[in-house]
Nanobody, 122 residues
Framework: QVQLVESGGALVQAGGSLRLSCAAS????????MGWFRQAPGKEREFVAA????????YYADSVKGRFTIARDNAKNTVFLQMNRLKAEDTAVYFC???????????????WGQGTQVTASS
């Protein structure tokens, strides 16, 4: 089992920045690809970013490429999502998740956090 706890969500003005954190406990953290997903009211969950276990590869949705950066600290069992130049359409609940089976498909992630609210006001 892997337990995931997100933090860092807040209300910010459009154009601002936030850094989300996800602390993991349980089995070997470095063995998991970690992903961030988001879900806005009335919309389906969507992939945001992912990073492989050793941190060598990162993947981004086109909508956040160039604005968001995913990183991880395996010594601290934590994954981060740095979000810059936030837009109103980035408003959503953000979830971190862990998988050994995929990268961008939420269905292949086995463990999920409870989510943290990000609101970018225009």
């Amino acid at each position: 089992q892997v337990q995931l706890v997100e933090s860092g969500g807040a209300l910010v003005q459009a154009g601002g920045s936030l850094r989300l954190s996800c602390a993991a406990s349980g089995r070997t953290f470095s063995g998991y690809t970690m992903g961030w997903f988001r879900q806005a009211p009335g919309k389906e969950r969507e992939f945001v970013a992912a990073i492989t276990g050793n941190g060598d590869s990162a993947y981004y949705a086109d909508s956040v490429k160039g604005r968001f950066t995913i990183a991880r600290d395996n010594a601290k069992n934590t994954v981060f999502l740095q979000m810059n130049r936030l837009k109103a359409e980035d408003t959503a609940v953000y979830f971190c998740a862990a998988t050994t089976r995929g990268v961008t498909l939420g269905e292949l992630y086995d463990y999920w956090g409870q989510g943290t609210q990000v609101t970018a006001s225009s």
